[in-house]
């Protein structure tokens, strides 16, 4: 269920403070069906196994984490590819072969990302857990990095998908914006940068936030939780049988494919093929 926070409201008047992580939320919007076998179907249905691609992208956010956290005359890119050794894992994988072709090329990417870093950089945060009231929502969740660039918190989100990303990524990512409204209340900084740093190109893309275009996030995100909100609430009533399937409708896509419960799901194994769990890997 979504974690729920009573507060004191106007004329004392306890309000619903909904807690949500921007994961939830996407998955949601996504498609309900899975929202509901994600977070509220007991017992729990069993997932598909590991993707490549996301065991990949594991991979390096653990190594990029532990090399944050050595002191700083020991960080060099050199410790950085040994990091991501030592975090490598295969899952996924067609086998070892695929899996080394996979290391090396992660270990080459950690390479030349830290190695384009200032010598002196050192972020303010690493791994952060944030939570904080956003709105009528309390958003939380796990930040990659915040760097502090000209005097102001910055949200760094590191990807490691096979597609370049564009402003429109930076600009209208749910969990960028929500990270930069909960960093300003719990660092209390001023925050309104948002960076997506792709690691296999190198290339960062930024977006820079005014109180608009987080208002416009925020009412988003409030939208969401509420929907969700109420289908959890209607599957708690008396008839939930009932309302299960309507108040959590499949969304097919091509999303279907690699969706975690397919197995369980008819109308996505109709709607998408089924791929192989290194199909999502990227050339480069
Ligand atoms: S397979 Fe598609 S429709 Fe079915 S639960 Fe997953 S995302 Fe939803």
Request: hydrophobic letters at 40%; proline letters at 5%.
């Amino acid at each position: 269920m979504v974690g729920v926070q009573q507060q004191l409201g106007l004329e004392g008047i306890p309000d619903k403070l909904v807690r949500v992580t921007p994961a939830r939320l996407s998955t949601w919007a996504g498609c309900p069906r899975r929202y509901r076998m994600a977070y509220l179907d007991r017992p729990a249905p069993k997932r598909g196994g590991a993707w490549a691609n996301a065991t990949l992208g594991a991979v390096v956010h653990n190594a990029l984490k532990a090399y944050f956290e050595l002191p700083r005359d020991q960080r060099t890119p050199q410790r950085a590819e040994l990091l991501v050794h030592r975090c490598w894992k295969s899952d996924g994988f067609a086998d070892s072969e695929q899996a080394a072709e996979h290391r090396r090329r992660a270990q080459r990417w950690v390479h030349d990302y830290v190695s384009a870093l200032p010598a002196d950089f050192t972020p303010v945060a690493v791994e952060r857990w944030v939570s904080a009231p956003v709105g009528e929502i309390i958003a939380e969740g796990r930040v990659d990095r915040v760097d502090e660039r000209d005097g102001e918190l910055v949200i760094v989100d590191y990807k490691t998908g096979r597609h370049g990303l564009r402003v429109d990524d930076a600009k209208n990512s749910l969990a960028l914006g929500l990270y930069a409204m909960a960093v300003r209340k719990t660092l209390r900084r001023r925050c309104n940068r948002v960076e997506l740093h792709h690691l296999p190109t190198g290339t960062v893309t930024a977006w820079d936030h005014t109180a608009e275009s987080l208002d416009g996030l925020r009412e988003r995100a409030e939208r969401l939780a509420g929907e969700i909100q109420e289908a959890t609430d209607a599957l708690d009533s008396a008839n939930a049988n009932d309302v299960a399937e309507e108040a959590f409708p499949v969304r097919t896509g091509p999303h279907c494919s690699w969706c975690d419960f397919r197995a369980h799901c008819t109308r996505g194994q109709q709607a998408a093929p089924d791929l192989r769990p290194w199909a999502l890997l990227g050339d480069g």
